[in-house]
């Protein structure tokens, strides 16, 4: 069936350095790959999102890229501040739905 | 904009009882929310996807009988716990879509975290 993977699962990085998470997802209908934080106890709140017919997006420290014939998307947050620190999930969503396959998320820890 | 407010944030309930969680869709019309499921240090599941007007579509191994939804118009959805026992504590979030048009970015409410005793 549908699956995203998404590595690593935990992620720790030193104040102002750059963090990466990458995710592969298996529908090749997937045309939708958002990207979402989730602080404890919260919900999730989307950061950035790409569609497939765009390779790259960024938004100010935050990038996507996505190669489709790979099947693989991920999230690059450079200049990480300890704010970042949160979980990260990955999603992709198969085209003509709502419905959202979600990765199993990165917890990133920022180190001050 | 497109905030979508979940209350109560937390619920403690004894076992045998019901819970109703709102799900408010405060800048915007949705025609579709979804209900999720968390646990602790895991990914999000959905439960069911939400049609105003009409009867939810439930995931395969949730039961619909005891995961009641109801959205009875464009801006609020609710999910009932019936008969709560302890194994249903856990992490529920609804979210929606302010785009009619599929492949949109879906918003999350807050959550509701409940906890059965």
């Known amino acids: 069936g549908e699956n995203v993977e998404q590595h690593p699962s935990t992620l720790s990085v030193q104040e102002g350095d750059s963090a990466v998470i990458k995710c592969t997802y298996s529908?090749?209908?997937?045309?939708?790959f958002p990207w979402y934080k989730q602080e404890l106890g919260k919900g999730p709140q989307l950061i950035i999102d790409?569609?497939?017919?765009?390779g790259e997006k960024k938004d100010q420290r935050i990038a996507v890229t996505l190669n489709k014939t790979a099947k693989h998307f991920s999230l690059h947050i450079t200049e990480t501040q300890p704010e970042d620190s949160a979980v990260y999930f990955c999603?992709?969503?198969?085209?003509?739905?709502?419905?959202?396959?979600f990765g199993t998320g990165t917890r990133l820890k920022v180190l001050a | 904009g497109a905030v979508v407010s979940q209350h109560p944030s937390r619920v403690i309930c004894k076992s045998g009882t019901s819970v109703k969680i709102e799900c408010r869709s405060l800048?915007?019309?949705?025609?579709?929310m979804f209900w999720y499921r968390q646990f602790p240090k895991k990914s999000l599941m959905l439960m069911a996807t939400?049609?105003?007007?009409?009867?939810?579509?439930?995931e395969q191994g949730v039961e619909k009988d005891k995961f009641l939804i109801n959205h009875a118009s464009l801006t609020l959805s609710t999910l009932t716990v019936t008969s709560a026992h302890p194994e249903d504590s856990s992490f529920y979030i609804c979210?929606?879509?302010?785009?009619?048009?599929?492949?949109?970015?879906?918003?999350f409410g807050n959550g509701t975290r409940l906890t059965v005793t």
């Open positions: 800048d915007f019309q949705a025609t579709t």
């Open positions: 939400s049609n105003e007007g009409s009867k939810a579509t439930y």
């Open positions: 529908d090749s209908a997937s045309n939708y």
């Open positions: 790409i569609r497939s017919n765009v």
């Open positions: 999603a992709a969503s198969h085209s003509g739905t709502y419905k959202y396959i």
């Open positions: 979210s929606a879509s302010a785009d009619s048009a599929t492949n949109s970015p879906l918003h």
